[in-house]
């Protein structure tokens, strides 16, 4: 009966997920096709003093590119929670494949703080770069968001190294049955 539930509620957690995804690419496309990786959106979101008043063609295609790679990592971690779920709802809680899934979870989340931090940095100097001396700025900005998501990864890797040790346990006692 337990076991029902659970795998019910996993199976809901991977419906919801997918919608979470699809919401998030519907978003995307309508952010897009609305100037979303336009200039003015660059310029509100990285409000600097030194903000030239044309920034140059390479800063904005880094903005972009930055922008397009974190917006796939987190598709990419979403397809990740989504998979486990998946696992899960189909009783494989305890093998070393939905460990490795949320291993991969902690992984991306790692790289997303980090992209977090860095990005701010390098979009920033990027933007000032061809400003006159005096005029360029070096930013970094850590906020609450790079360090939740700091903290993320490292408890969902902690659970993925606790996961494949409980599936490498289970695997060792089938064997002795």
């Not at 979470?20 to 609305?34: F, G, N, P, Q, W």
């Not at 972009?64 to 598709?75: D, Q």
């Not at 790289?111 to 360029?136: D, K, M």
């Amino acid at each position: 009966m337990q076991d029902d539930i659970f795998s019910r509620r996993a199976r809901t957690f991977e419906w919801a997920t997918i919608g979470l995804i699809t919401l998030l690419c519907v978003a995307a496309a309508i952010s897009i096709a609305d100037g979303g990786l336009g200039v003015a959106a660059l310029r509100e979101d990285y409000a600097t003093t030194h903000f030239p008043d044309t920034p140059g063609p390479w800063a904005i295609g880094l903005w972009r590119m930055v922008e397009v790679a974190s917006f796939g990592l987190l598709l990419w971690v979403l397809w990740c929670i989504r998979s486990w779920l998946a696992a899960c709802a189909d009783g494989d809680i305890f093998e070393s494949d939905t460990a490795r899934q949320v291993l991969r979870i902690g992984q991306g989340l790692l790289a997303l703080a980090v992209i977090n931090v860095f990005s701010h940095t390098l979009v920033i100097l990027a933007l000032t770069w061809n400003n006159a001396p005096g005029q360029r700025t070096l930013s970094v900005a850590i906020d609450g968001t790079g360090l939740f998501l700091l903290l993320a990864a490292a408890v969902l890797t902690l659970f993925g190294y606790i996961q494949s040790e409980a599936a490498r346990l289970m695997t060792e006692n089938k064997e002795f049955v």
